[in-house]
């Protein structure tokens, strides 16, 4: 039983240790981009503090939000079984200013894009209680224009082409480029500029 604590514990670190070395090197390129076209200027340095307990919804007042274009903040939900992944997406995008909602659970996802207004969202196909096209079904029921980009470690072609066909914007396959992720999901955030894949 202390083996496996051990192992969680490892892991955990690891993805939290990853998520500060990407925001680093994110704020780095953007305080590079900056000094090249405004040496006067300095971007601002962006500190994350890993939560004690997983919330609801993490929401940090003290970092800019990242607002639609009618002045909310941008709600993003996070459907994944595993707590390092949500943990890790959860400190990357708190950090951009967004409002993070959790599901490790198809069921959990459903209520909360029942009962809180969703901008995007990032969805495992692979969870424990029910299918990633069947929850894609739901979310579609329930919000029929909200982007969703799929991020699992393995999508049959079967799959690929039911998530399609229910409107997917993207798709990531695990282990993906954070990086990549984190613009493609400010990118759907806007919706100007908004498009499904092909």
Known sequence: MSYFLILIAAALLVAVSFVFYQQRKIEKEHRDSKNRSAPQTFAPT???STPLKKPKAVVDSEKKEHHM??????NLLIVDDQYP???MLSELFTASGMRVFEAETGVVALEICSTESIDCILLDL?????????IL???????SEVPVVLISA?????KLEDAVA???SHCFTKPFDIIELK???LQLSDPNSRKSIT
């Open 137 to 143: 079904q739901g979310i579609r029921a329930i919000a």
């Open 46 to 48: 962006v500190s994350m």
């Open 183 to 185: 613009n493609v999901v």
């Open 85 to 87: 992944i949500r943990l």
């Open 166 to 168: 229910l409107g997917i």
């Open 69 to 74: 274009k009618d002045g909310h903040s941008v």
């Open 126 to 134: 692979k969870l424990p209680d029910m299918d990633g096209i069947e």
């Open 154 to 158: 393995y999508a049959s072609p079967e």
